[in-house]
Structure formats: C-alpha cells, structure tokens
C-alpha cells in the first residue's frame, strides 16, 4: 500500500510567486550585463570587467542572502520594498553611469561598483525572501526545485534577449527602465497579493505608484537622458547614432566637420581623415605596381575603399564588415556617403557582413582560396579580447595564405609613440608568421602619430610615384614615414597570441596612461 502523501496542488498566490521569480531572475541578470557592457564601453578589456562585475556582483548576493536571516517578520512587506528598491536603483543604473561618464567620468569606475554591490546585495535578499514565504504551503524539495526552475529560466530568457533583442533594439538606458518597470510590477503584484497581510496599505501603495511612475518618466525621456550624456561627452551636435548587436555609432558634426565614434572611441575626424587613409592605402598600392584584386577588412565606412579606387587596375574591391549598419549608413546616408564618395556603391565592391577571422578561417578551408593583390586591414584599435583575435599570430597566418606571392598586407597598428609597446608587438607578432615587416608612421592631428605596418613575402620598395590629386602623400616625401626617431624606435615583444592576448593588456597599460582608466 501506497503511504505517500499526496503533492499539495499549487495554489494560485504560489503559482503567482513563482512567476514573479522568473521576472526577478531576468531583471538581476539583465542589471549585471548592462553593467559589465558599460563597464567595457568606457573602460576597455571586456573580459576584464566582465569577469569583475560578475564577481563583484555574485559576492554582493551572497551578503544578501546571509542579510536575509535578519528578516523575520512581515516578510511580503519586506519583498515588496526591496522590489521596489531593485526596481530604482537597478532600472536607472543604466542612465545614471552614461551621465556620470558625461559630466564625472573620475566618479565612474568607483559608482559602477558601488551600483553593482547595492544591486547584488538587493537581489541577493529577493530569492530567499520568496522561499521563505511560499515555505508556509509548499514542502520543502518542491520548494527548491520549483524556484530554482524558475529561477534558471529567467536567466535562460535575458541572457538570449540582452544582446539579440533588447540592446540593439532599446539600448541599454531603455532596457534598463524597462525591466526596472518589471521589477515595480512585481512588486504591485505582491500588493495585490498580500494586501489582506500588509500593514500601512496606503504608503506601500503610493510607494508602488510613485516608482512606477518615476521610471515611465525616465522611460518616455530615455531619448533626452541619452543625448543629454552623449553631447556633452562628444562635445560636438550629434548628427547620428545608432545601437547595433555589435557597437554604439555615433557621429557628431561640428566646425571641423563630422566624427565618428564607435562605443565612445574616435575612428576619423572629417578635417584630417584624409592623412590617415592615404598613408593606410597607398604605400602597398602604389607598390604592388597594377594591385587587380583588393580586400579590405574592416573599414565599412568606406574610406579606404575610397582611396583603393583610385587605381584603374583594381578590378574588385571585398570588403570584409562584421556590422552590417556601418556599410548601409555609410552607403545611404547621403553626408556619410559623400564623405567616402560613394565608394560603397561603386559595383566593383562586394561587402560581406561577417567576422574577418570567420572569413578568413571559410576561405582556408576551401582548399583554394582567392587570393588578393593587397589587403587592407582597419580593424579599431584592440582594446578588447574580440578585437584583439585580429592581432594574433594565428590571424596573421590565415590573412598569409590569402596574399598573393607578390602581394602586400597593410595593417593600421596604433601609435607608436604613445603605445610604443603594442605597436612593436604586432610588428613582432607579423614576422612571427614568417612575413616581412615594414612598419612606417603618420602625423594624423586627431591621433597624433599614427602607425602601420606594411606585410609581404617579397620586400617592399617605396613607390616612384603616387596617384594624382593626394592632398598628404607624395613620393619625394614616403620615405619620411619610414624614420621611427628614438622614442618611437623598436623595443622586444612578445607574439600576440590567441592563447595569451599580451597585446590587449599592453595596450589597455600604454593608452590608460593618457585617458586616466
């Protein structure tokens, strides 16, 4: 004979917390990513503050939890404010540290913390808070493997919709009031749901319709919160700006012109990005004599296409783009597009929207890949392992196999002057692989001096002559780009591999010596 006893059918108030831990789940995780995201917006080296703000952030959960024990009474009233504390503080995280970047950028790094553990320690106390309160009808083992379901769901659900969805479709200041809205709503459910058990009604329901109303403000002025941060950031009118799956673009016109800006980082100023692409494209070009086939790797804003098709001989031009709204905007819009001279509308380019290692990797496995006269890589400077992958050994053998015997590579490669390390490391890390290396510099006014280096089996020669109508470059004076003075000259690195990344660390030391990060 069967003793067990019956499971206890869920009542309705039960299936309702459960719910609400499915919500509470999504939004905690949601107010971690957003945070770990910022934090590598505007200090670099996405691992890096990705690894920290989790930690920091599962440290401050476990001190809410052990807080937790100190909660005896009124337990739904107790939920329901932290709720609503999770609710504000969580929800306007987001718009606080953009405006804080904009107007204290000192104050940041040390509020993003002091956000996170306030959060953590917040939503730290919610989940042992429910199980306490639905301990009074569910037992024990259901209890836990119940909540825990939910709890593992929720998570499950942001973690695919914060970078898919919510990010590229919101932004960060939009999603984080969102779900800061979520977090209100669960705690006017639990009004609802304990309104027979809660003292002082009244304030628990003014307390809800003020939060709820604070965040749909902030909801409906997301727009204004954000280019309130943002022109006071770049300083210039915002002409443009856009969130992608991949990056913040922003592009700013001012006196000197338009700006563009990739998660807060300059790519070209319109007054002098005439040096940095010239000296980015000709010196291989011009070298290679009659260059047919040309691939460029990165760059989908077009300018070194521009400049790539100034030769007759060039028959196609690929362009290699991960995100594929930089190539639309700077082929539809009609001021960007006037900038590239409607480079990425001439037919003999062909833009693939693809990881460039991705690319490289498909055409290494086709047996027989097409191979380029020269290829022009202008990725942005490694300031995160996702980028840093473009500067290792590994991608330099790849980018080998699609050069053609008398071709040559050119790769844009940080200042050697205020990251004299890195730069020396890419040059280390390009003969690691068996090429040649030419590195040369450039004096572009928004960079100060520019590097590059110049890659090829045969060894490169200075062109005789330039195209005509360059407003930089001329062959009396290439030679000139080759003289590195001492405090630029070569110093021993080490190779910038996949499996250490010594490039992104470098650089992150050498550049936070100038911008205090």
Same mark, same amino acid.
């Given at each position: ?26 939004? !905690? ?13 505007? %200090? $670099? ?5 990705? /690894?920290?703000?989790? !930690?920091? @952030? ?61 959060? $953590? ?55 984080? &009031? ?21 003292? %002082? &009604? ?15 403000? !902030?909801?409906? !002025? ?57 000296? %980015? ?63 990425? /509308? ?37 300031? *995160? ?20 015997? /008398? ?24 003969? /690691? ?6 590195? @040369? ?49 070569? %110093?021993?690195?080490?190779? *910038? ?21």
């Amino acid at each position: 004979m069967n003793t067990r006893p019956a499971p206890t059918p869920a009542r309705p108030m039960d299936v309702a917390l459960l719910a609400s831990v499915f919500v509470v789940a999504a939004c !905690g995780l949601l107010y971690e990513l957003a945070a770990g995201a910022l934090a590598s917006y505007v %200090l $670099g080296d996405s691992v890096l503050q990705f /690894s920290t703000i989790i !930690g920091t @952030y599962l440290f401050a959960m476990g001190v809410g939890s052990w807080l937790s024990r100190y909660f005896e009474r009124q337990l739904p009233a107790h939920f329901l404010r932290i709720e609503l504390l999770v609710a504000m503080v969580g929800g306007a995280l987001p718009a606080t540290l953009f405006l804080v970047n904009a107007y204290a950028p000192a104050a940041f790094r040390p509020l993003l913390y002091a956000l996170v553990l306030l959060v $953590g320690m917040l939503v730290g106390l919610e989940i042992p808070l429910v199980m306490r309160i639905l301990k009074r009808n569910v037992q024990l083992k259901d209890l836990v493997s119940q909540v825990l379901t939910f709890d593992y769901l929720g998570a499950l659900a942001v973690s695919l919709a914060f970078p898919l969805i919510l990010v590229p479709q919101l932004g960060l200041i939009r999603t984080g &009031l969102l779900f800061g809205l979520m977090n209100a709503a669960v705690a006017l459910w639990a009004l609802w749901l304990f309104r027979h058990e809660l003292r %002082l &009604l009244r304030a628990h329901v003014a307390a809800c319709v003020l939060v709820l109303a604070l965040l749909l403000a !902030g909801l409906w !002025g997301a727009e204004h919160i954000t280019t309130l941060a943002e022109d006071r950031f770049y300083q210039d009118k915002i002409a443009l700006a856009e969130q992608t799956p991949y990056q913040r673009i922003v592009v700013t016109q001012g006196r000197n012109g338009h700006r563009l800006y990739l998660n807060g980082n300059l790519q070209f100023a319109e007054s002098d990005e005439y040096r940095y692409h010239e000296a %980015l494209v000709h010196p291989a070009m011009a070298a290679h004599g009659a260059p047919r086939q040309v691939a460029v790797l990165g760059g989908g804003d077009g300018m070194a296409v521009r400049e790539i098709l100034k030769y007759p001989s060039v028959q196609s031009v690929t362009l290699v783009e991960l995100d594929p709204a930089m190539t639309r905007l700077f082929a539809s819009h009609p001021r960007l597009a006037a900038l590239n001279g409607q480079a990425l /509308s001439d037919p003999r380019v062909q833009v693939h929207h693809q990881d460039a290692f991705g690319w490289l990797q498909q055409g290494a496995e086709a047996g027989q890949p097409q191979t380029f006269d020269v290829i022009v890589v202008d990725f942005p400077d490694p300031t *995160n392992f996702a980028v840093g992958k473009l500067y290792t050994n590994s991608f330099y053998a790849l980018l080998q196999n699609r050069l053609a015997a /008398s071709g040559y590579a050119v790769i844009q490669t940080t200042s050697p002057l205020i990251a004299r390390q890195s730069f020396w490391t890419v040059v280390t890390t390009i003969e /690691s692989v068996g090429l040649t290396a030419r590195p @040369y510099h450039a004096h572009v006014p928004s960079f100060g001096e520019w590097g590059y280096v110049i890659a090829s089996r045969r060894p490169w020669q200075p062109p005789a002559q330039l195209p005509a109508g360059l407003r930089f470059l001329d062959a009396a004076s290439l030679p000139q780009l080759l003289d590195f003075p001492r405090d630029m000259a070569r %110093l021993p690195a080490q190779v *910038n591999r996949l499996s250490n990344q010594v490039l992104v660390h470098t650089y992150e030391r050498e550049w936070g010596r100038v911008t205090g990060h």
